[in-house]
């Protein structure tokens, strides 16, 4: 093991780790972060995603030793207490099923829309496309890039919690989701 | 915009792992609902026979393990709680609000939110006034976790009877209260006023908060518990109807969700097992030095072919895994026949032995092989279908703790409940001394690996005395998780001169025998690998597509096939996501294409005629519910009647439409694709869907839409790209890119979801919830390939469609 220095979420951090280790399991592991997941190990799925200088690399296959840059994970988009624009339109649009890849989901589009704040629909799904999701959350995922998008043309951006209709019988109230 | 902090509410105190765990049971203790039954079993190791190489050895693995005492202390046990104790559902707390316990687990399709819009409707709580919590075996009632689509339709009916009930006994206290009769009061959001003089009022935290109700419940078992409370009428719901936005959401999107994937005990050490090479494979021996010096290696633990290396750190686990020599000896018969082979080797294969193996529901009816021999037109058809996997986006793991003599599972397995007993009779303990928590996890579309990995987890937290953390790697999740199985389906049909259908001749063989049901003790993989077997396999049978067709003259028979390797196989077979209905609906809705350009016919007039063949229903309206969804398809996509295929267009992508309807239990459904099929690269792109769904009453409308779009790019993912590949040796689909899915790329560009809800009479909203997790996924494959039908003329009846096999079929028909 030797000594690996890290910058997360904005503080510094010391470890004493083998440098091969992939800086998943050290952000996990060992700095208790719940974002960044393991799906495959392999570069393949996107769920292990983090932001090295705002650019998503692949956690799991990154050694420890080589994350030199200032790393975000999800919980970093709103470590000042506000949520991201885009984890607020991922609300908003209620995308997640099980949730498991979205931390993959919504950092990767994090990183489009800040490379490219107002992407066309094809360039969504070129952009989104390495991120896997099992339970095929794909159509409201782009929807909700495309409302993160709008959100922060618009300088900033939150939802209005009013609108949709009910079935049922039951008429459109205050709460419900504004899809 | 909102905080982050307030858009995470953590579930309150009752439910943080040791604290809140013992406030809740000493709550439930002192109120006497723990029934201790220690003694009506006898728990030493259960006598299974053994047909492997681990020779008669009992399935209690090694009786009670290092931490293990003989005599459970009350402590150290989580006995059930009470269905027929009202505390046992709800608690209303001090400050009025209410936390609900049921014995659910939600996959992400929005159960948890449902659940608690139904109870606070019928508690007349407001919604942001509750908690919910799931599937956790000492706190909430054994409703059986997920399975079957069944939440809404069978489980949610006691979670709201019993809510009710709450809501009766706050009336009766603050009717005492008041000294004012019940019916003289009103009840609005938690606070229950005197009708007459509404500045008398009280709270449901006055009244109860932070006490047990101390009443009892009736019911045979646990889906008929009722109280004295009748549930509220369609038209009295307020909660219910609602897009109300999932709880669950927030913490999943700002990382602050403690999944199970995330569990870390103190101690904890991390375990990665070690695979056959090659399916049936015998484990010579073992080279422990090999893997001696990697830091923090503990040990490597050895039963029968079952391997597992545990090391103190997780990376160190994995390179431990790899680096493990081992000596494995092939087995002289091959397992099974390879992918390219499978077909043709089911059709030749002699189905499992007689009366075994046949459909549940054999159809017979009328002569088919008279009818078949006078039609004027006979249609014949093959499908076929591959394994198809799980493939859960985050590999199976678990956590296990067995501290102080008992067992405690951190999973996001989805039946919690037979998690623990299965464990339980699997280690040899009683069950009470087992827990099991689910937590929130990737996906749990049916039997998935989360079932052997907490089996693992808990045996290797034994054997090492310390809690144990297994994560499966994608590649034994890919290839060894259960499979849905393989289908190999011929059918025959006869026409009429008018082109009416009158005989239908469906056979089918599945590959399915030993199918493993959930958490079972002797078939999970740990022990099928230690050399356990069970005494009884699965014949493994299945059933046809579930229609509404009238035809006079139909047989319906589905027979099971074995490979030479029935256990210890990457190619066991289990409960995926609607089971066998993908597969059956692709090949029954591909035929009735079929038929449908036999007669010249238009798709969705050929399916309505068949609908209408007979005005006979049954007591759900299935026939009429059958037929409005088909028609509110069609208006919806705004389908132009005409036959397929549509006259042949020139360019490079071909656009064509295909519809497909089946129902599930009670739930009707009918999907339309518009497809592209770009001729060069054979790519197929669903560029819209349609999809007319009737599951009766509707709790949740976004949550339903969304759980339908769920299933429809599901099944689009299983049509056009997944398949389990194989050589005659081993799973060869073993990653992302070996076992491809479906990406942004292929998401349709518009879904509609029509609500189709309670036709035929839409002035009859009272038809009840039923099921909607699963019934739209069966509809997809056939949608598809009739689409490309439309477009091409060229009939694809083997799935997945990737762009290899789209194109050959196009070449071999000159398309
Ligand atoms: S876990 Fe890193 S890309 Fe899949
Ligand atoms: S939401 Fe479940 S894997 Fe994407």
């Given at each position: 093991m030797s000594e690996v220095t890290l910058r997360v979420n904005g503080e510094r951090h010391s470890l004493d780790v083998e440098p091969s280790t992939p800086l998943l399991y050290v952000l996990r592991n060992d700095l208790g972060l719940r974002g960044p997941r393991f799906g495959c190990g392999l570069g393949q799925c996107g769920t292990c995603t983090v932001l090295m200088d705002g650019r998503a690399i692949r956690s799991c296959m990154r050694p420890v030793s080589r994350a030199e840059g200032e790393i975000t994970t999800l919980e970093g988009l709103s470590a000042a207490g506000e949520l991201d624009p885009v984890q607020q339109a991922w609300i908003d649009e209620q995308v997640p099923q099980c949730g498991y890849c979205q931390n993959g989901q919504i950092l990767t589009a994090k990183a489009l829309l800040d490379r490219n704040p107002d992407p066309s629909d094809e360039e969504i799904r070129q952009g989104m496309n390495g991120a896997l999701c099992r339970c095929m959350t794909y159509y409201r995922v782009q929807s909700a890039v495309k409302r993160a998008s709008e959100a922060i043309a618009n300088g900033g951006g939150g939802a209005d919690p009013n609108g949709a209709g009910g079935v049922n019988g039951a008429g459109a109230a205050a709460g419900e989701v504004d899809r | 915009m909102k905080r982050a902090a307030e858009l995470s509410p953590r579930l309150d105190d009752a439910l943080a792992r040791w604290e809140g765990g013992t406030s809740r049971r000493d709550f439930l203790k002192t109120s006497g609902l723990f029934v201790l039954g220690f003694s009506s079993v006898g728990f030493s190791s259960v006598g299974f026979s053994s047909a492997g190489s681990g020779g008669g050895r009992g399935i209690g693995v090694a009786g009670l393990g290092p931490n293990g005492s003989g005599d459970p202390g009350e402590t150290n046990s989580y006995p059930d709680p009470d269905y027929l104790q009202l505390d046992s559902w709800l608690v209303v707390h001090e400050d009025g609000s209410a936390t609900f316990y049921v014995g659910k687990t939600d996959g992400g399709q929005g159960t948890g939110t449902a659940m608690r819009q139904m109870m606070c409707d019928e508690l007349d709580l407001a919604y942001d006034r509750a908690t919910l919590v799931m599937g956790r075996t000492d706190m909430t009632v054994d409703q059986g976790g997920s399975g079957g689509s069944d939440a809404i339709e069978r489980?949610?009916?006691?979670?709201?009877?019993?809510?009710?009930?709450?809501?009766?006994?706050?009336?009766?206290?603050?009717?005492?209260?008041?000294?004012?009769?019940?019916d003289e009061l009103t009840v609005s959001e938690g606070v229950v006023s005197v009708a007459a003089d509404p500045a008398r009022a009280a709270t449901y935290g006055d009244l109860i908060g932070g006490r047990r109700f101390d009443v009892a419940l009736t019911g045979r078992n646990v889906n008929e518990t009722t109280g004295l409370a009748p549930i509220k009428s369609v038209q009295e719901l307020r909660v219910v109807g609602r897009s109300l936005p999932r709880y669950d959401i927030p913490a999943k999107v700002d990382g602050s969700l403690e999944w199970a994937v995330d569990v870390q005990l103190p101690g904890m050490v991390h375990a990665r097992n070690v695979r056959p090479p090659f399916a049936g494979a015998r484990l010579a021996s073992v080279d422990e030095s090999s893997v001696r010096d990697i830091p923090g290696f503990i040990r490597v633990v050895r039963e029968g072919n079952y391997v597992a290396v545990v090391c103190e750190r997780e990376e160190q686990a994995i390179r431990a895994a790899e680096s493990l020599a081992l000596e494995w000896e092939k087995s002289e018969t091959a397992p099974f026949p390879s992918s390219e082979d499978l077909f043709e080797y089911m059709r030749g294969a002699t189905p499992v032995g007689a009366g075994t193996g046949t459909s549940p529901r054999p159809r017979a009816e009328g002569d088919p092989d008279a009818a078949l021999a006078s039609a004027a037109t006979v249609v014949e058809a093959g499908y076929d279908i591959p394994f198809q996997g799980h493939t859960a986006i985050g590999p199976a793991h678990a956590v296990a703790d067995p501290s102080d003599g008992q067992m405690t599972v951190y999973t996001n397995d989805m039946k919690p409940y037979s998690h623990r007993t299965g464990i339980a009779e699997f280690l040899g303990m009683p069950p009470a001394r087992v827990r099991v928590i689910w937590m929130e996890g990737p996906q749990l579309y049916g039997r998935t690996a989360a079932d052997d990995a907490g089996f693992e987890a808990a045996y290797l937290a034994r054997e090492l005395g310390r809690p144990v953390r297994v994560q499966w790697m994608r590649h034994e999740e890919t290839a060894w998780d259960t499979k849905g199985p393989a289908f190999a389906i011929d059918l025959r049909g006869g026409l009429d001169d008018a082109g009416n259908v009158v005989a239908l001749d469906y056979r089918a063989r599945i590959a399915n025998y030993a199918h493993v049901g959930y958490n079972q003790a002797d078939t999970v993989l740990i022990a099928q690998l230690m050399g356990i077997r069970p005494e009884q396999p699965s014949p493994g049978g299945g059933r046809g597509p579930d229609e509404m067709y009238h035809i006079p003259n139909r047989r319906e028979e589905t027979r099971a096939v074995?490979?030479?390797?029935?256990?210890?196989?990457?190619?066991?077979?289990?409960?995926?996501?609607?089971?066998?209905?993908p597969q059956t609906t692709f090949a029954g809705e591909s035929f009735i294409d079929e038929m449908a350009a036999a007669a010249n016919a238009d798709p969705v007039e050929f399916?309505?005629?068949?609908?209408?063949?007979?005005?006979?229903?049954?007591?759900?309206?299935?026939?009429?519910?059958?037929?409005?969804?088909?028609?509110?398809?069609?208006?919806?996509?705004?389908?132009?009647?005409?036959?397929?295929?549509?006259?042949?267009?020139?360019?490079?992508?071909?656009?064509?439409?295909?519809?497909?309807?089946?129902?599930?239990?009670?739930?009707?459904?009918?999907?339309?694709?518009?497809?592209?099929?770009?001729?060069?690269?054979?790519?197929?792109?669903?560029?819209?869907?349609?999809?007319a769904h009737d599951c009766g009453l509707v709790i949740n409308p976004d949550g339903l839409e969304n759980t339908i779009q769920g299933n429809l790019l599901h099944g689009i993912s299983r049509t056009l790209y997944e398949e389990v590949q194989f050589d005659g040796e081993r799973v060869t689909s073993v990653d992302w890119r070996t076992h491809p899915t479906i990406t942004h790329r292929d998401a349709p560009e518009q879904i509609d979801v029509v609500i189709v809800n309670g036709d035929p009479n839409p002035d009859r909203p009272d038809l009840p919830h039923y099921g909607a997790g699963e019934p739209s996924h069966r509809t997809v494959p056939a949608a598809i390939a009739n689409a490309i039908y439309d477009a091409t003329g060229v009939r694809m009846r083997r799935i997945p469609l990737r762009p290899e096999r789209v194109l050959e079929e196009l070449a071999a028909a000159g398309a």
């Open positions: - | 489980d949610a009916l006691p979670a709201r009877r019993v809510a009710a009930e709450a809501r009766r006994v706050l009336l009766e206290l603050a009717s005492e209260r008041f000294d004012v009769p019940a074995r490979f030479p390797l029935a256990f210890e196989t990457p190619l066991r077979t289990g409960n995926l996501r609607d089971p066998n209905g399916r309505l005629r068949l609908l209408r063949g007979t005005t006979e229903d049954d007591a759900t309206f299935r026939r009429a519910r059958s037929i409005a969804v088909v028609e509110a398809a069609a208006e919806a996509f705004g389908w132009d009647p005409r036959p397929s295929p549509r006259a042949p267009g020139s360019g490079r992508i071909l656009t064509g439409r295909g519809i497909s309807y089946a129902y599930r239990v009670q739930t009707a459904v009918a999907t339309i694709a518009e497809v592209e099929v770009d001729r060069e690269s054979g790519r197929v792109w669903v560029r819209r869907m349609v999809c």
